[in-house]
């Protein structure tokens, strides 16, 4: 069977995973200005009272803490690091992209850049209820609260903000080609290039919100609440299949995403699961807890090598491509940024969203781990 080295696993452990303050694995680690990185715990008791600053211990920058030390960034890196130590314990860490193989896999993200999308004329507080990527990495977003549809560059500049009547304010957006739909109540519109509004199709049943996602280019797939089924219709409206899932009923399908097997991943609001399942309906997988606690899932995504990653109770899960859980990807359960909907792109970038539309972008950069007999 294969084993990790232990020696090399000692000495990661004590070069990169241990406080330099208090010499133990690091709680929640968080990265100072001058890139040296310390528990949250450390840093509170360092903190000076009325002055608001930091001294870091090793080369003595002095660092202006704004609020409380948990508004310090969390170093990711470590945070993973950390992560498939504890997997390795367990004996869980397996490769998440051939399963087989001699290698473990592991999957950090580092924050990137973050950004606000909240607009000076914005007449109500934002509401971003949709998010969604072209494939040139630009990002959508519906603000159901102002009636607006807005897209961004992955810097934050605003490319166009299209304004939609409150009698059709967007719900769920999604990206099918280069033109971008979006739904309200019980219709489907697309916004053509020259942002003229459109309506294409009266969607079935009388649910209050209707998720979407796109495939390829070819349809866009609509998640259809109680009945458990999504309906497939093509960039001009017409309904080209209705996907239901073999022997599933009783739940009720929220968010959804479409990988590029033409499987789909539907969340289940109402038996709090992420269920996988093919387009003929053949279930794959249905995951239904994510370690200890409650599993409430909500928006989910999949990246350009079809991992899962779902927004469940203050953090965002890692699901293979078959929907069994992997791990907690990032948790931010001591950040004041609770994640609300996720989309990934084909850059390898994960994009999240609260529900003011503060935008966080993650890379998510890929470690392969050498195993030896």
Do not use: W
Not at 13 to 36: A, G, N, Q, W
Not at 72 to 98: H, M, P, Q
Not at 186 to 211: A, E, F, H, M, V
Not at 347 to 362: A, C, M, N, P, Q
């Amino acid at each position: 069977m294969a084993t990790a080295d232990p020696q090399l696993s000692e000495m990661i452990e004590e070069e990169f995973l241990k406080c330099k303050i208090c010499f133990e694995l690091y709680k929640s680690p968080r990265i100072l200005p001058c890139l040296h990185s310390y528990c949250e715990q450390c840093l509170a008791k360092m903190l000076e009272k009325g002055k608001g600053t930091i001294c870091c211990p090793e080369c003595r920058t002095k660092i202006h803490v704004q609020g409380n030390v948990s508004n310090i960034k969390t170093n990711f890196y470590i945070k993973g690091l950390l992560d498939l130590f504890e997997s390795k314990r367990n004996k869980d860490a397996v490769c998440s992209v051939c399963q087989s193989c001699s290698d473990t896999f592991i999957q950090l993200p580092t924050l990137v850049r973050s950004f606000d999308t909240e607009d000076a004329d914005d007449e109500f507080d934002q509401n971003i209820t949709g998010i969604a990527n072209f494939e040139n990495g630009d990002i959508v977003i519906a603000d159901e609260s102002n009636s607006i549809v807005k897209e961004f560059r992955q810097n934050g500049k605003t490319v166009v903000d299209t304004s939609v009547s409150e009698e059709c304010c967007p719900c769920s957006v999604t990206v099918c080609g280069d033109t971008v739909y979006f739904s309200s109540t019980t219709k489907l519109y697309k916004i053509t290039g020259d942002s003229d509004i459109i309506q294409i199709n009266n969607l079935r049943g009388s649910q209050t919100s209707y998720p979407i996602a796109s495939y390829k280019g070819k349809y866009i797939a609509v998640s259809e609440g109680a009945a458990c089924t999504l309906s497939l219709y093509d960039p001009k409206g017409s309904l080209v299949d209705r996907v239901k899932p073999h022997g599933y009923h009783g739940g009720k399908f929220m968010f959804l995403a479409v990988n590029s097997r033409e499987e789909f991943i539907v969340t289940d609001s109402a038996k709090k699961c992420i269920v996988v399942f093919t387009k003929t309906g053949e279930i794959i997988n249905v995951c239904s807890s994510a370690g200890s606690g409650k599993f409430v899932p909500f928006s989910v995504c999949v990246d350009h090598r079809d991992n899962i990653y779902a927004v469940e109770s203050g953090r965002i899960i890692q699901l293979s491509p078959k929907g069994e859980f992997q791990r907690v990807f990032v948790d931010f359960k001591d950040e004041t940024f609770r994640p609300k909907l996720i989309t990934a792109d084909a850059f390898g970038h994960l994009i999240v969203t609260d529900k003011e539309g503060s935008i966080r972008l993650y890379k998510i950069k890929t470690f392969s781990i050498r195993m030896i007999e």
